[in-house]
């Protein structure tokens, strides 16, 4: 069965700092392309960020650029984002989805949410 | 940047009726074009991949359709279990989603 876990949200003031982590099981994560998606309260999913099988390119909103860092751990089968200089919002729920055929996202998390505030 | 836009917004349709929603992308994207569904609380659920190719356990009555910058998502007979939000997306590195759209009970 494949499962897709976050973790490491929570409630963090405006400029702060967290690390979420997605941990994989039920196929070769290590053969996978992953993504970062988010979706604000009440609104639609916006892409973040995506990563390669190695980790050697990385790409990411425009939005996130500079503050966000994607990385993965293969030997753990874990997906991280590193979310520095946080606002307001980006407060939202944080999925990780594997990328699948013709750069589909067949696999998803249940997510975790951010929230940030004072 | 290639932008998505979903209409409707919104839809009120009956158990077994045939609901479309459009996508349309402001560049010609190809079939690279993927429709996901999404109930309240849950991850998104892909349904449709390469504009037309259906998911692996997606009923039969899902169906898409387009090429280049227009595509169609159909449910060709409702039921109770596809009332959701639907969402379009430009399928690849950099993808961008559509705004959805809400299928609501008549």
């Known amino acids: 069965e494949v499962q897709l876990v976050e973790s490491g949200g929570g409630l963090v003031q405006p400029g702060g700092s967290l690390r979420l982590s997605c941990g994989v099981s039920g196929f070769t994560f290590s053969s996978s392309w992953m993504f970062w998606v988010r979706q604000a309260p009440g609104q639609g999913l916006f892409w973040v960020s995506r990563i390669n099988i190695d980790g050697s390119s990385t790409g990411y909103a425009d939005s996130v650029r500079g503050r966000f860092t994607i990385s993965r751990d293969n030997s753990k089968n874990t997906l991280y984002l590193h979310m520095n200089s946080l606002r307001v919002e980006d407060t939202a729920m944080y999925y990780c989805a594997r990328v699948g055929s013709s750069w589909s996202n067949d696999y998803w998390g249940q997510g975790t949410l951010v929230t940030v505030s004072s | 940047d290639i932008q998505m836009t979903q209409s409707p917004s919104s839809v009120s349709a009956s158990v077994g009726d045939r609901v479309t929603i459009t996508c349309r992308a402001s560049?010609?994207?190809?079939?690279?074009l993927a429709w996901y569904q999404q109930k309240p609380g849950k991850a998104p659920k892909l349904l449709i991949y390469a504009a037309s190719r259906l998911q692996s356990g997606v009923p039969s009555r899902f169906s898409g359709s387009g090429s280049g910058t227009d595509f169609t998502l159909t449910i060709s007979s409702l039921q109770p279990e596809d009332f959701a939000t639907y969402y379009c997306?430009?399928?690849?590195?950099?993808?961008?989603f559509g705004g959805g759209t809400k299928v609501e009970i008549k």
């Open positions: 560049q010609d994207i190809d079939n690279w």
């Open positions: 997306q430009q399928a690849n590195s950099f993808p961008r």
